[in-house]
């Protein structure tokens, strides 16, 4: 069972902005920085944020990463087709000594 | 360019044991931690611990103890994940991923493995 919970799917279509979130408790997002991977439909995932905020080198500012106690946020606007895809949030667990990962949210373009 | 590279898929029975290879370049091998990922058909990601690629020294996350076995051969910058006395339940793609710390917590991984699909079946 997953400490980090998310919502299992979110849409939009092209060109909106889609919000969704990771929400944890204190031994992980409320102590510790989040990250967030992106999985597309068979492929291996890839770090699209890192330390709550920030974007590796390739990955275009349209995707943006929030933190606020215990919960965070991944923001994607200006959504294209190829956005289509699983999104993971995770954090360190001080309590379980451990790599969290989020229930994951699937991100479907309308 | 950094990345890793793990060996292909792999079909055995119950019972049998199953070694999964992570080839690691463009970087110094032993300056990162090696990280196993397991994720079952259809389901999420799920933390199997780390291999300090300095020590050897490896860190197993609850539910990888006993059956699963982290290993180096530095000389070939290449870690392994052994599962022995497989079962059913066991099917699922392996990733290793290099594992970047700032701090202690501030933790992610970049990049990973392209996966390893190991199905267990009679």
């Known amino acids: 069972q997953s400490v980090l919970t998310q919502p299992p799917s979110a849409s939009g279509t092209p060109g909106q902005r889609v919000t969704f979130s990771c929400s944890g408790s204190?031994?992980?997002?409320?102590?510790?920085?989040v990250n967030w991977y992106q999985q597309l439909p068979g492929t291996a995932p890839k770090l699209l944020i890192y330390s709550n905020n920030q974007r590796p080198s390739g990955v275009p500012d349209r995707f943006s990463g929030s933190k606020s106690g215990t919960s965070a946020s991944l923001a994607i606007s200006g959504l294209q087709s190829e956005d289509e895809a699983d999104y993971y949030c995770a954090a360190w667990d001080d309590r379980l000594k451990g790599y969290v990962f989020g229930t994951g949210t699937k991100v479907t373009v309308l | 360019q950094v990345q890793l590279v793990q060996s292909g898929s792999e079909l055995k029975k119950p019972g049998a044991s199953v070694q999964v290879s992570c080839k690691a370049s463009g970087y110094t091998f032993s300056n990162y931690a090696i990280n196993w990922v397991r994720q079952a058909p259809g389901q999420g990601l799920e933390w199997m611990g780390w291999?300090?690629?300095?020590?050897?020294?490896?860190t197993y996350a609850q539910g990888f103890t006993g059956r699963f076995v982290f290993s180096l051969d530095t000389s070939v910058s290449t870690a392994y994940l052994q599962i022995s006395s497989l079962k059913a339940e066991d099917t699922a793609v392996y990733y290793c991923?290099?594992?970047?710390?700032?701090?202690?917590?501030?933790?992610?991984?970049?990049?990973w493995g392209q996966g390893t699909l190991v199905t267990v079946s009679s």
């Open positions: 291999i300090n690629t300095n020590t050897g020294n490896p």
């Open positions: 991923a290099r594992g970047q710390e700032r701090v202690y917590g501030d933790l992610w991984f970049d990049p």
């Open positions: 204190s031994s992980n997002i409320g102590s510790k920085t």
